[in-house]
């Protein structure tokens, strides 16, 4: 456990001790790994919850990597299937309803620039003036989870929504400096408030958009799709280079 959390970093490495310290993983903490029977195993996935069984399966798999199993510990197709609750996006009615209900401007804001971006959460957090390009209206950023750099299009709906923002540093400066559980909770209680989800509200994404347009340039992606194809250019530099948008309205 310890070893695979120096190949972690930032959130990911919070969310791999946060994982670890399940009381789950307790079953097999201490067992030396040639002793680990499948059994074993199987009972700590019983004993924990969904997470359990992801973290486990990349224990394993980090193992084999490592060679210090000679052979899998417990065969791919006895893993027991991994059953998520529940998830779906909020529709564009209710992000109306939740932008319009909400009395902060900056929030309001930073709801409406992750529906239009369609990034993660604390990318679109950290975003700063400098990360936009108006000539070639795109918004330039790196995901924090992989380093991977970004250009999207924006057109004239989010356009108004930017000019609005500050115009040099920060573009959320309350947001960026709060934990992204804090951001998910904060749009939780939103959802609530408008009966929104139901049950289900916490496990709405604050990852609001939907595909757009985008600039199609080497090493660079939409987030949350495939890896670029080149490395090593800078979103800003990739920016510049950028053809006019074409103020293409939602899909």
């Given at each position: 456990?310890?070893?695979?959390?120096?190949?972690?970093?930032?959130?990911?490495?919070?969310?791999?001790?946060?994982?670890?310290?399940?009381?789950?993983?307790?079953?097999?903490?201490?067992?030396?790994?040639?002793e680990t029977q499948p059994a074993h195993l199987l009972k700590a996935i019983e004993?924990?919850?969904?997470?359990?069984?992801?973290?486990?399966?990349?224990?394993?798999?980090?193992?084999?990597?490592?060679?210090?199993?000679?052979?899998?510990?417990?065969?791919?197709?006895?893993?027991?299937?991994?059953?998520?609750?529940?998830?779906?996006?909020?529709?564009?009615?209710?992000?109306?309803?939740?932008?319009?209900?909400?009395?902060?401007?900056?929030?309001?804001?930073?709801?409406?620039?992750?529906?239009?971006?369609?990034?993660?959460?604390?990318?679109?957090?950290?975003?700063?003036?400098?990360?936009?390009?108006?000539?070639?209206?795109?918004?330039?950023?790196?995901?924090?989870?992989?380093?991977?750099?970004?250009?999207?299009?924006?057109?004239?709906?989010?356009?108004?929504?930017?000019?609005?923002?500050?115009?040099?540093?920060?573009?959320?400066?309350?947001?960026?400096?709060?934990?992204?559980?804090?951001?998910?909770?904060?749009?939780?209680?939103?959802?609530?408030?408008?009966?929104?989800?139901?049950?289900?509200?916490?496990?709405?994404?604050?990852?609001?958009?939907?595909?757009?347009?985008?600039?199609?340039?080497?090493?660079?992606?939409?987030?949350?799709?495939?890896?670029?194809?080149?490395?090593?250019?800078?979103?800003?530099?990739?920016?510049?280079?950028?053809?006019?948008?074409?103020?293409?309205?939602?899909?």
């Amino acid at each position: 456990m310890d070893e695979m959390a120096k190949t972690k970093a930032g959130v990911t490495l919070t969310r791999h001790h946060r994982a670890m310290g399940q009381k789950a993983f307790h079953l097999i903490r201490h067992l030396p790994i040639p002793e680990t029977q499948p059994a074993h195993l199987l009972k700590a996935i019983e004993a924990g919850s969904v997470s359990t069984n992801i973290f486990l399966r990349r224990l394993h798999n980090f193992a084999l990597d490592m060679a210090w199993l000679p052979w899998p510990v417990l065969a791919k197709k006895r893993w027991p299937q991994i059953r998520f609750k529940e998830k779906r996006a909020v529709t564009w009615e209710e992000h109306s309803a939740i932008v319009a209900a909400e009395n902060n401007p900056e929030r309001r804001a930073y709801y409406e620039c992750c529906w239009h971006l369609g990034a993660a959460q604390s990318d679109i957090a950290n975003l700063t003036a400098e990360d936009i390009d108006w000539q070639s209206r795109v918004v330039s950023l790196c995901r924090q989870k992989t380093g991977t750099p970004c250009i999207i299009r924006f057109g004239a709906e989010l356009e108004a929504i930017l000019r609005a923002l500050p115009q040099t540093g920060p573009l959320f400066p309350n947001h960026r400096t709060k934990r992204e559980t804090h951001r998910a909770r904060e749009f939780a209680r939103a959802c609530n408030r408008l009966s929104i989800g139901g049950d289900h509200a916490a496990q709405l994404p604050l990852r609001l958009g939907r595909a757009r347009e985008e600039v199609r340039l080497p090493g660079t992606v939409r987030p949350g799709s495939a890896r670029p194809q080149q490395q090593g250019r800078s979103p800003r530099r990739c920016a510049q280079g950028a053809g006019p948008d074409s103020g293409a309205g939602r899909l």
